[in-house]
């Protein structure tokens, strides 16, 4: 085999550069001059075995020896650093990765960022079931996905021999869900000996603490007929929380901050100051310091300290914003906001096969994960003037028992002006409103703890036959998977709250104080469950009833927070079940060769439930109700593929070194969904050997998922960006049409007739409405085409570059659109008043009620095109002593647009989906050591396309570049070290992008450090 050759199929097979494109060729021509033919593999992209490792649809290959350079921990991080999977950036950190609020710390990919429900993983190329909770979110603010998502988590590094990836085509081969792309994942095959390694990393800032250890061991049978392999892993890594971290810690915001020249400005930390963590006090219900209310007669703002006294309340520089400050004493978000999920797993697999007679094999799996995650902090409870309902401001009398008399002593000299006439003096207080974001009302549960156990196993055989000169080969499996996730949390029981706040005296026992409904039986409501609706036994609300003090930080007794606290526990189970049968041959030659086909059946049953207790189902807690959910679908495909080569080298004919065509053709039959068709066909051209045209054109479909189908309606809540508030009005794809359609108002919608002094409410109050599912939900479906060149010059030796155009238009796509979303469709929209905008309401004075303010659900209503351009490049070469291998990947997207009802959404050239994503990999590897050097480029771009010129100084953010690094070194043949350091140079996000929000794209975690120890018995 010639030196090319073996150059070839080293990096694009064994992967040695890392990250590979999926290149070879199907021959080569040999020192003399004569054609070799390499070994048949099969690849992804294909159930045809063919010689090489070409695909038709831009392909990459991720390698294990790479995850294990990198110390990656779950390899679809390793993914999500690639420029073909979702925004640049981290993937540690809560709400990057679209998992449910009830699947804290799973990992998804994402390929082009096209949603990760739209990207179908596979695992030895068969369907590994999903644990992606079928539950809704409380706020459709947050972006979650809803699908069969496989998280990463599951899946042991340590027994990944490659990671397979293509774009495009996959769905016509491998079934419903691959509309973006395919990612298959193949495991250690034959693997004998004992592999034992672990690794401890930490960050720069001594956080992020991981420690993990794997053990794989495998052996062959005596007669060499069979092999079994198990692996083992444990990993256990530390979180933190956004303020843990100093350049989060700062606190940057984007406010108004009066400059005449932007409408928002860069501020150092933000606080909330309309709440205090102990409780700031005032005359009336609202406290808006920003806009003078909430202080008393002589213009003091108070709270209390934790102590129980009264003191001064720093409400900090104000803004022109009714919540947010410069400095002060409010909320302080990075103090309670997650950045990183603490999360355990231990992960046990075998893998065996066994030749149980001539041709045939038997084959099974055996997976057995289990995972913990945890949130560090949750947001507290509130209580505000803003806020409706259970969270409104608390009214106390200025003599409340549980005030400390110093307390009392300063209320009774305050006053306040009532009646807003300023000719008129202030009256003495009676009583007192608290404003308090309640942090300290926590109990160790009240932070969600996620369990997730999952059991997979897959059995079957497959062999080989032979029918004249045809060889065949065939398989039949069985593929069993159950995930079962479950959640628990404290919540605030509203009822066992307001009894607790009701104090008075006890008349048995005089200066001792207790709650009314526990001294005073005739208080107590008729109705048995209570004034909230609640039928739950409780039979303790009553007697156990303890009194609640809020006044300071640290009041609460532990008594009265385990009193007022439910422990909430949710649990889902996702099932999946898949029958499968395949076979592939020849059908007939052709002058170039073989013309090869595949055909297959399976039957795959998806089940999901989720269940959840009667309280939280009722909404009794702060968080709105949420719906348990049950249903279950069965998908028929049949399926069948072809490659047919026409012409090959050898036939010699000028200007056609080689040319091929394949396709593929797949019913889906969905007993929800319907019936729908799947396909593809392609082609495959080199006018000489260095050079390969390729191209395709496919239809994909993407099923609905369970929760798409069967999520009950059930109550929610929103923030929303107002495309009529004052900072919005001039944005959007076409600012005129907004602006008009904000003035003139329509579809039973008020006219807001001077939107530059409008200041919408939601934009930082939220409101509440109503989310859903929707059985008439049909399949998604995309038409898709790719073509690009392959160049291999035979004098440049071992180098290999691929460029590919990729294009996607996705129709019926379902969505369940933000408020925000459905408030732009509506305003955005030249054909207003259109559909969208009845799915919200205003007041007559234009803003949004606190109660039914929207519903919002799944529908097939939205389009996506995504258009782009990607480049692979692999170059392998000696190198003095050594091994030099290169690989890059570069994406230059060109359209990345979302179309609702006509009103387009363009997010390419935003900073979520920059032009340009690129990364590099040069690892130079000798007998001893190695290492390996990988510079990342996460393009700029600006906040958004939409945002008015005037809205910042900076609307966008510039190039950012990352590098990562590993060195091993061999002390004998058997044992290894190993050093990494991720963010070499510590670059981290900017001011900017995190005042926007954004900063979850980029690296958060700053540089980080990870030492290995590696023993091989081979």
């Known amino acids: ?160 021999d490659r990671v397979e990836t293509i774009a495009v085509g996959g769905a016509p081969i491998y079934g419903a869900d691959a509309i973006a792309g395919t990612v298959n994942i193949i495991m250690k095959q034959d693997f004998e000996g004992m592999d034992l390694r672990t690794n401890y990393g930490i960050s720069d800032e001594d956080q992020m603490e991981e420690t993990s250890f794997s053990v794989t061991w495998g052996i062959n049978s005596g007669d060499g007929k069979g092999n079994i392999v198990v692996g083992i892993e444990h990993s256990d890594r530390q979180g933190m929380i956004q303020s843990d971290m100093p350049h989060l810690a700062e606190g940057w915001q984007f406010r108004d901050t009066g400059d005449q020249d932007y409408s928002e400005t860069l501020i150092p930390n933000g606080h909330a100051n309309i709440v205090a963590n102990g409780g700031a006090i005032s005359p009336g219900d609202s406290l808006v310091p920003n ?43 990075p103090d309670v906001s997650a950045l990183a999920t603490p999360l355990k797993r231990t992960l046990i697999t075998a893998l065996a096969r066994y030749e149980i007679a001539p041709n045939i094999d038997a084959f099974g799996e055996v997976w057995v994960t289990e995972s913990s995650a945890q949130e560090l902090v949750r947001q507290p409870s509130y209580q505000s003037g803003l806020f409706g309902d259970e969270e409104f401001a608390l009214q106390f009398p200025i003599d409340h028992p549980f005030l400390t008399p110093a307390a009392q002593a300063t209320l009774q000299g305050l006053t306040w002006d009532d009646d807003g006439d300023a000719n008129t003096a202030p009256v003495p207080i009676q009583s007192f409103w608290l404003q308090r974001s309640s942090g300290d009302m926590s109990l160790n549960g009240d932070r969600t703890n996620a369990d997730n156990n999952l059991t997979r196993i897959v059995a079957g055989l497959q062999g080989d036959f032979g029918v004249g000169n045809r060889d065949f080969s065939w398989e039949v499996a069985f593929n069993r998977g159950r995930s079962v996730g479950q959640a628990q949390f404290a919540e605030v029981d509203n009822q066992r709250f307001f009894y607790a706040l009701d104090v008075i005296e006890d008349p048995n026992n005089p200066g001792q104080f207790g709650c009314r409904v526990a001294l005073d039986p005739s208080s107590r409501p008729s109705d048995p469950g209570g004034p909230f609706g609640t039928n739950l036994p409780q039979t ?144 495959r051209y080199s006018p000489i050997e260095d050079i390969e045209l390729r191209g395709n054109i496919t239809q994909s479909v993407r099923a609905p998922s369970i929760q798409e189908l069967f999520l009950p309606q059930t109550g929610t809540s929103s923030f929303a960006s107002d495309p009529c508030d004052a900072n919005e009005v001039d944005g959007g794809p076409n600012p005129a049409i907004r602006r008009a359609n904000c003035v003139s108002g329509g579809g039973g919608l008020p006219a807001i007739p001077d939107p530059d002094n409008f200041t919408s409410g939601v934009v930082n109050a939220s409101v509440n409405g109503i989310q859903g599912g929707n059985l008439a939900l049909l399949n998604e479906t995309a038409d898709a085409y790719s073509f690009g060149v392959i160049f291999r010059p035979r004098w440049v030796e071992g180098l290999m570059v691929s460029v590919d155009y990729v294009d996607f238009d996705i129709q019926d796509a379902i969505e369940s659109f933000s408020l925000t979303q459905v408030m732009r469709g509506c305003y955005d929209s030249p054909s207003f008043p259109n559909t969208l905008c009845g799915q919200f309401t205003r007041e007559a004075d234009g ?41 890059g990947n570069v994406l230059n997207t060109k359209e990345d647009k979302t179309i609702v009802l006509g009103a387009p959404d363009e997010d390419a050239g935003e900073i979520t989906s920059p032009d340009w994503q690129a990364n590099m990999t040069f690892r130079y590897s000798t007998d001893r050591w190695s290492a390996m050097l990988q510079p990342r480029m996460l393009g700029g771009g600006v906040r958004s396309l939409d945002d008015a010129p005037n809205r910042f100084p900076h609307n966008g953010e510039g190039t950012v570049m990352l590098y990562n690094g590993a060195f091993q070194y061999d002390l004998t043949d058997d044992i290894g070290l190993q050093f990494n350091i991720n963010n070499i140079t510590d670059e981290l996000p900017s001011r900017k992008v995190i005042a926007w929000g954004l900063d979850h794209l980029y690296d958060n975690t700053g540089r980080y450090y990870r030492v290995g120890f590696t023993w091989q018995m081979m």
């Not at 799973?106 to 179908?120: H, P, Y």
């Not at 702060?622 to 719906?627: G, I, K, Q, S, T």
Request: charged share 15%; hydrophobic share 40%.
């Open 540 to 683: 303790d609300i009553y007697s156990g009833c303890v009194p609640l003090n809020l006044f300071g930080e640290g009041m609460p007794s532990q008594e009265a927070i385990e009193y007022i606290s439910v422990t909430e526990i949710s649990r889902s189970i996702l099932e999946q079940t898949v029958w499968s049968a395949n076979i592939t041959g020849d059908l007939f030659d052709l002058p170039a060769g073989p013309v090869g086909f595949a055909l297959g059946y399976e039957r795959r049953e998806e089940e999901g439930d989720f269940e959840n207790s009667g309280f939280s189902q009722l909404g009794l807690g702060r968080a709105e109700a949420v719906l348990p959910i049950s249903g279950s679908y069965v998908s028929k495909e049949i399926y069948a593929e072809f490659y047919a080569p026409v012409i090959s080298p050898d036939m010699d004919i000028p200007f056609i070194d080689n040319l091929s065509f394949e396709g593929a053709w797949r019913n889906l039959d969905n007993s929800l969904a319907g019936d729908d068709e799947a396909w593809t066909i392609g082609l």
């Open 1 to 160: 085999m010639s030196n090319y050759l073996k150059a070839c199929c080293v990096a694009a097979i064994a992967g040695s550069a890392g990250v590979s494109p999926a290149l070879a060729q199907d021959s080569t021509t040999g020192t003399d001059g004569s054609r070799e033919v390499i070994d048949e593999i099969v690849i992804t992209g294909s159930r045809i075995p063919r010689a090489g490792f070409d695909t038709l649809q831009p392909a990459l290959v991720v390698d294990g020896q790479y995850l294990q350079d990198r110390s990656f921990t779950d390899v679809g991080s390793a993914l999500n650093e690639l420029p073909a999977f979702g925004a640049a950036g981290g993937n540690l950190q809560n709400g990057s990765n679209e998992q449910s609020a009830f699947s804290v710390g799973q990992v998804f990919v994402d390929f082009f960022g096209l949603g990760s429900q739209r990207t179908l993983t596979l695992v030895n190329g068969r369907r590994f079931v999903s644990s992606n909770t079928p539950a809704t979110t409380s706020t459709p603010s947050v972006v979650t996905a809803s699908g069969l998502q496989v998280d990463t988590n599951n899946i042991p590094v340590s027994l990944i």
């Open 291 to 333: 806009v003078g209310l909430g202080q008393f007669g002589d213009g003091s703002y108070l709270q209390f300290a934790p102590d129980g006294s009264l003191v001064p309340y720093d409400v900090g520089t104000a803004v022109n914003n009714v919540v947010w400050s410069i400095g002060g004493d409010g909320l302080f978000l």
């Open 847 to 887: 803003q949004l009620p606190s109660n039914d303010a929207f519903q919002v659900g799944f529908v097939n209503a939205g389009q996506r095109t995504f258009k782009a351009w990607q480049m692979n490049i692999l170059y392998s070469t000696a190198l003095w002593n050594g091994q030099l291998d290169i690989s």
